[in-house]
Nanobody, 124 residues
Framework: QVQLVESGGGLVQAGGSLRLSCAAS????????MGWFRRAPGKEREFVAG????????SYEESVKGRYTISRDNTQNTMYLQMNSLKPEDTAVYYC?????????????????WGQGTQVTVSS
């Protein structure tokens, strides 16, 4: 089993930055595709960013392109999401996820393991 724990969320003003971390335990995730999702109040969970097992391939939801950067450190069994130029509409609970494949997927149902989420609130 894989346990995922997110950290780094908080309250930030518009235009600010946050860096989320997703620490995995129980098993190495170095061969797993991983992703970040978010759920805003009253909305469905949506894909934010994905990263392949090696970190060489990434993908972003259109609204975060150029502002967010996904990365991973397989030696630390950890994935990151650097979020810059934050907007109030980025406010959501952010979840990390891992799937039993080397590649990420934009569909939440394709992931096998989930963290508990971390709240990100961007004030205007």
């Amino acid at each position: 089993q894989v346990q995922l724990v997110e950290s780094g969320g908080g309250l930030v003003q518009a235009g600010g930055s946050l860096r989320l971390s997703c620490a995995a335990s129980g098993r190495t995730v170095s061969s797993y595709g991983m992703g970040w999702f978010r759920r805003a109040p009253g909305k469905e969970r949506e894909f934010v960013a994905g990263i392949s097992w090696s970190g060489e391939t990434t993908s972003y939801e259109e609204s975060v392109k150029g502002r967010y950067t996904i990365s991973r450190d397989n030696t630390q069994n950890t994935m990151y999401l650097q979020m810059n130029s934050l907007k109030p509409e980025d406010t959501a609970v952010y979840y990390c996820a891992a799937r039993l494949s080397r590649w990420y997927d934009q569909r939440a149902r394709e992931y096998n393991y989930w963290g508990q989420g971390t709240q990100v609130t961007v004030s205007s």
